[in-house]
């Protein structure tokens, strides 16, 4: 069914008031997590595991952080914590996919269980919780916002990488298609930074990294900071930016 | 191992502690290797890359190998 011209623009979408985050655990998610309550939003966030770093941070902001141990794989579960999270908080009006695993193996090393792990957990399971809050969203009237974190691997080829560069193609494909399919009513953008310390990258040897930096025009790797202005400009200002993967490597990848 | 590098017109050499860059044993020739050692045990043996990256001479190859066979 195709859209009518519109005679008049549609109204901007509002900034986000109540965000929900995956994997707002540790690493980036936690570093998103405490940026967006220091600029007084309302959020909430899941992981498997509740570190210590999330426990403090519901401590310090009792009413703007709700939070609680999900299984992105687990649906159900999912659902049930977004219903959570609207009793606590209000209506959830942004989205901010950066739960994933990642991998560090040869694609012929690489048992057939694992890359269907990898795939569920990094795009089917985030396709479906955006689903889920997409349909609480829009039911409800909202306008809104969803930010996808995906990677420079679903636009550069890295060896140990295939399933999952496959799943962030994927997201930053699905990102373009839904901004298309919100018609404007939800901006849909990803954020695609380039390689950063943490857990997930701690696989990466030494050499590695060094070379990573090497071939970076700005000379350091992408850190955390780097990536939160980024992701507070996306769910609160004006832009008219949608359908977009921005990519945060200080050009390492150009 | 040494069938894999006869597969590439070249030898293997005599001592262990040879250096697999000085011989030209890449990671694909590993790979091969161990894709190879499936074939005769009719079973998988999936691994992760870091313990690829410390795989430095010939004797390195040997013993992840002989490590996987018995995991
Ligand atoms: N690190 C990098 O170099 C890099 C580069 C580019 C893009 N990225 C992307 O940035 C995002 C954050 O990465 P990071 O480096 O901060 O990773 P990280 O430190 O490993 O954190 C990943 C987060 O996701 C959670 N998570 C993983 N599996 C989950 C599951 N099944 N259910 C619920 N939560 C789950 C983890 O908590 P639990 O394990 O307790 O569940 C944790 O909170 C990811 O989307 C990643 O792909 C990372």
């Known amino acids: 069914m195709s859209e009518a011209p519109r005679s008049e623009a549609p109204s901007a979408v509002p900034p986000a008031s109540v965000v929900l985050v995956s994997g707002g655990s540790r690493g ?50 999912g659902q049930a914590f977004v219903r959570d999270v609207e009793n606590a908080l209000g209506p959830i009006d942004a989205l901010v996919n950066n739960a994933a695993i990642g991998q560090d193996s040869l694609h012929v090393h690489t048992s057939a269980e694992h890359l269907a792990e990898i795939i569920q957990t990094n795009l089917t399971s985030p396709l479906i919780l955006t689903r889920f809050v997409l349909r609480r969203m829009l039911a409800k009237g909202l ?77 350091h790797l992408t850190e955390p900071e780097d990536v939160l202005p980024v992701v507070r400009m996306l769910l609160l200002e004006n832009t008219n930016l949608n359908g977009q993967v921005l990519v945060i490597d200080g050009a390492a990848s150009i | 191992m040494g069938e894999v590098m006869t597969a590439q017109g070249r030898s293997l050499p005599a001592e262990d502690t040879a250096d697999l860059r000085e011989i030209g044993f890449r990671s694909l020739d590993f790979s091969e290797l161990a894709l190879r050692v499936e074939d005769e045990l009719g079973d998988e043996l999936n691994f992760d890359a870091p313990g690829l990256r410390r795989i430095a001479t010939v004797g390195d190859v040997l013993d992840f190998i002989e490590q996987l066979q018995s995991a």
Do not use: W
Request: hydrophobic letters at 45%; a positive charge.
């Open chain 1, 28 to 77: 980036l998610g936690l570093a998103i997590v405490t940026d967006l309550l220091a600029a007084g939003l309302k959020v909430a966030a899941f992981a498997r595991t509740v570190t210590p770093e999330l426990t403090a941070l519901g401590e310090k902001y009792p009413d703007h952080l709700h939070y609680g141990s999900v299984d992105v794989n687990d649906s159900a579960a």
């Open chain 1, 143 to 219: 306008k809104g916002r969803i930010v996808n974190i995906t990677s420079i691997c679903a636009q550069r080829g890295y060896p140990g990488l295939v399933a999952y560069s496959a799943t962030k193609g994927g997201m930053d494909a699905a990102t373009r298609s839904l901004a298309r399919e919100l018609g404007g009513r939800i901006l849909a953008n990803a954020v695609a930074p380039g390689f950063f310390a943490s857990e997930m990258s701690a696989v990466l040897g030494q050499t590695q990294l060094d070379q990573i930096v090497r071939r970076t025009p700005t000379g």
